[in-house]
């Protein structure tokens, strides 16, 4: 029988494993991760209603359960028990194999809704930057999960520091491509010349940057900055989805979801002849406007205390109290430089803490930590690398691999000392 139902699943496009007992799979679940489970009810050893109450229920893939001696109680009492479907013998071929499919078909949107509920819950960064429960806070949250799963275009537009690019990776990490890269682009730095070897690529050479964002998101930052040869050049990609690498003669296809960012009104830069209409048009199927921290000043309290508290344990320290003094002058700045000017504030106040004093208005003022000297050599130690590795991160516009060869070390190692030393990649492009 069960030599039968592998030719049977063979045939059908399955890949089978068959296991002469019960006991087996509970030792093979985790390396084969099938999408359904067909088991006889009486087998050697543990039976199939005994296997069934051995899964988790959360976790293992859905049973089906075949047998020659069932009835209608047993039925009843597998289903009740968990199993996904009881099937009796002599079985129908047909029957059988869409009950399977059913099961697993059912087993791969289990897993899909995991994956995202775990992403939700992570959010993907958004935790850092959309901290907060004011209205606009709410909003935009709302807004990023639900185009995380549409492939159409998202423009971001805010000001300097309110976390753009960390939006465009929450929708990147959310959405239906999360595996594949994240390509962000600086369109400031991008020059036509030497633009189409860098970014196309070259025959039978180095791929292009472009194509390295085949199967995830390419994301175009400050857009509005894009030379307007360039502008040209980009539109064309995303339009045909392909590119051309200089040299050769078949164009390489590309699928990925565009995502650009821009501090200004791209409107405006339209109209001014700054960025090419057809462009903006390509970009702006759907806008997200990012409020400015002065928007959502019920949110800088809470902002504060999770930034202090994030670089004590950076720099190995006690998270200092706030002083009325101190949510005074966190609530009355204009905060110009938004989240970002935030956390860079409550870093110095942090390092003026492990000095013994410091005030949030002495933070304030950028010049307060010039003079701040590590204690300890390994605080001097961290200070130093976090500071080399974060010019070297700005410097390099994010590539990390540019990066860690610039600093004679590993990417492992790089990603690291990142986490270790709290940096904030995103906050620092």
């Not at 307007?228 to 296809?253: S, Y």
Request: glycine share 8%.
């Amino acid at each position: 029988m069960r030599l039968s139902l592998v030719d049977l699943l063979d045939a059908s496009g399955w890949q089978v494993e068959a296991l002469p007992r019960a006991e087996r799979l509970i030792e093979r679940l985790a390396e084969f991760q099938p999408d359904v489970i067909l088991s006889d009810v009486r087998m050697p050893g543990m039976s199939g209603l005994q296997l069934l109450d051995s899964l988790d229920r959360d976790l293992a893939p859905p049973l089906v359960l075949i047998s020659a001696h069932g009835d209608i109680a047993m039925a009843v009492d597998a289903m009740q028990r968990g199993a996904y479907s009881f099937v009796e013998k002599p079985y129908e071929p047909r029957r059988l194999l869409n009950i399977l499919r059913h099961a697993a078909d059912q087993h791969a949107m289990r897993r899909t809704n995991a994956r995202l509920k775990t992403r939700l819950m992570q959010l993907s960064g958004l935790d850092r930057v959309l901290l907060g429960q004011t209205p606009e806070t709410v909003a935009l949250r709302e807004d990023v999960l639900d185009l995380s799963q549409s492939g159409a275009a998202v423009m971001l537009q805010g000001e300097t520091g309110t976390g753009k690019e960390l939006v465009a990776r929450a929708l990147h990490d959310l959405g239906t491509q999360a595996e594949g890269p994240f390509v962000a682009l600086n369109c400031a730095a991008l020059a036509i010349e030497g633009f189409e070897a860098e970014m196309f690529g070259t025959g039978g050479g180095a791929k292009g940057r472009l194509q390295g964002a085949d199967g995830g998101t390419l994301f175009l930052d400050e857009i509005c900055t894009c030379p307007m040869p360039v502008q040209a050049k980009l539109l064309r990609v995303i339009e045909d989805k392909q590119v051309l690498p200089l040299g050769a003669e078949t164009p390489v296809p590309l699928s990925f979801r565009v995502i650009s960012a821009t501090n200004e009104d791209a409107e405006e830069a339209e109209r001014e002849g700054r960025l090419r209409a057809d462009l903006l048009y390509r970009l702006n199927t759907t806008v997200i406007t990012l409020p400015t921290l002065r928007q959502r000043r019920d949110d800088v309290m809470l902002l504060a205390a999770r930034f202090l508290d994030e670089f004590a344990r950076v720099y190995e320290t006690r998270v200092p109290d706030l002083t009325p003094e101190d949510s005074a002058a966190l609530l009355a700045h204009d905060w110009p430089g938004n989240v970002r000017e935030l956390r860079n504030v409550c870093e110095r106040r942090v390092l003026m803490a492990r000095r013994g004093g410091g005030s949030i208005a002495q933070a304030l003022r950028r010049d307060s930590v010039s003079d701040d000297v590590p204690d300890t050599l390994r605080a001097a130690v961290a200070a130093f690398e976090r500071e080399l590795i974060a010019k070297a991160i700005t410097a390099h516009e994010g590539r990390m691999d540019a990066v860690a060869e610039t600093l004679g070390i590993g990417r492992r190692t790089l990603n690291e000392k990142i986490v270790k030393l709290g940096l904030d990649k995103e906050a620092l492009l």
